[in-house]
């Protein structure tokens, strides 16, 4: 019997992982599909209980349910009791898996440009896709973390957790030669006219700046880092890969992560550049 998987989120016309997802499918010869579905808040229980119903082999979850999915799954894998937020689930043949992919995508797009592990990283934000990235650098590896939030105790619990530092984003200004790598995980870049979460004034030359926001491809951030002569990562690539180790849990295949790159930032108007 043909399989489906399936996006949910409201809003969800925007999302681009049906087209990720189905090219996948086509490249490997899968027969299977992959629709999105708008579900509203209210109806995210129902919903669920109607995909089980026509048999879904597993589906992703984007705003607004990536938290409130939880207390409807069989149990979560360590990624997504960390988090305590899920964007993919899988059946494992007895019960619906949660799990949390964007932390990993993200390490995995990094790790494609000139990163040593023992690179000192900044992280700035601590919400929820900051918790993920912090976690997946401490499984990664890298051992030399510092946090940095507008709300600073906030900052301070997630490096707590992970055996990192914190500190204001004042400091994290003044001492932002220090550091190789800077990862911007905020809202910022979503709107424009945006102030910075921090000044890049201090940003030294070859600094690898990640921005995990891909539309736009360019935000206010990485333009700046760009001036500065930073190494620049958009989002595209955590979006592909948290993608690819979807893919590789329902399928257990591995699919092209460089090609989809590619047609996404192609997609999104941009044009590629082989690292």
């Given at each position: 019997m043909k399989k489906w998987y399936a996006v949910i989120g409201d809003p969800i016309?925007?999302?681009l992982s049906p087209?990720?997802?189905?090219?996948?499918?086509?490249?490997?010869?899968?027969?299977?599909?992959?629709?999105?579905?708008?579900?509203?808040?209210?109806?995210?229980?129902?919903?669920?209980?109607?995909?089980?119903?026509?048999?879904?082999?597993?589906?992703?979850?984007?705003?607004?349910?990536?938290?409130?999915i939880v207390p409807f799954l069989g149990s979560l894998d360590e990624s997504a009791m960390q988090m305590n937020t899920v964007n993919t689930v899988h059946f494992d043949g007895k019960e619906f898996v949660g799990s949390n992919t964007d932390g990993d995508g993200f390490v995995r797009s990094l790790l494609v440009h000139p990163?040593?592990?023992?690179?000192?990283?900044?992280?700035?934000?601590?919400?929820?896709?900051?918790?993920?990235?912090?976690?997946?650098?401490?499984?990664?590896?890298?051992?030399?973390?510092?946090?940095?939030?507008?709300?600073?105790?906030?900052a301070e619990e997630l490096a707590a957790e992970i055996g990192a530092?914190?500190?204001?984003?004042?400091?994290?200004?003044?001492?932002l030669?220090?550091?190789?790598?800077?990862?911007?995980?905020?809202?910022?870049?979503?709107?424009?006219?945006?102030?910075?979460?921090?000044?890049?004034?201090?940003?030294?030359?070859?600094?690898?700046?990640a921005d995990i926001i891909y539309t736009p491809l360019v935000t206010p951030f990485l333009e700046k880092a760009k001036e500065k002569n930073c190494v620049?990562?958009?989002?595209?690539?955590?979006?592909?890969?948290?993608g690819a180790i979807a893919f590789e849990k329902w399928t257990g295949v591995q699919p092209n992560t460089e090609k989809m790159i590619q047609l996404i930032t192609e997609k999104l108007g941009g044009t590629y550049v082989n690292n």
């Open positions: 016309a925007h999302s087209f990720m997802h189905e090219t996948w499918f086509d490249e490997h010869g899968i027969d299977a599909a992959y629709i999105p579905i708008h579900v509203e808040p209210e109806h995210l229980e129902k919903s669920f209980e109607a995909m089980k119903t026509l048999g879904i082999s597993g589906f992703n979850i984007t705003l607004p349910h990536k938290q409130s990163v040593d592990k023992t690179a000192k990283v900044l992280l700035i934000g601590a919400g929820g896709a900051a918790r993920g990235i912090a976690f997946a650098l401490k499984r990664a590896g890298f051992a030399d973390i510092t946090i940095t939030n507008r709300t600073f105790r906030r530092s914190a500190v204001t984003l004042l400091e994290s200004e003044e001492r030669a220090e550091f190789s790598v800077v990862i911007q995980t905020t809202s910022v870049g979503l709107s424009t006219g945006e102030a910075l979460p921090i000044s890049l004034e201090r940003i030294k030359a070859g600094t690898v700046a620049t990562v958009n989002g595209v690539g955590m979006f592909v890969y948290q």
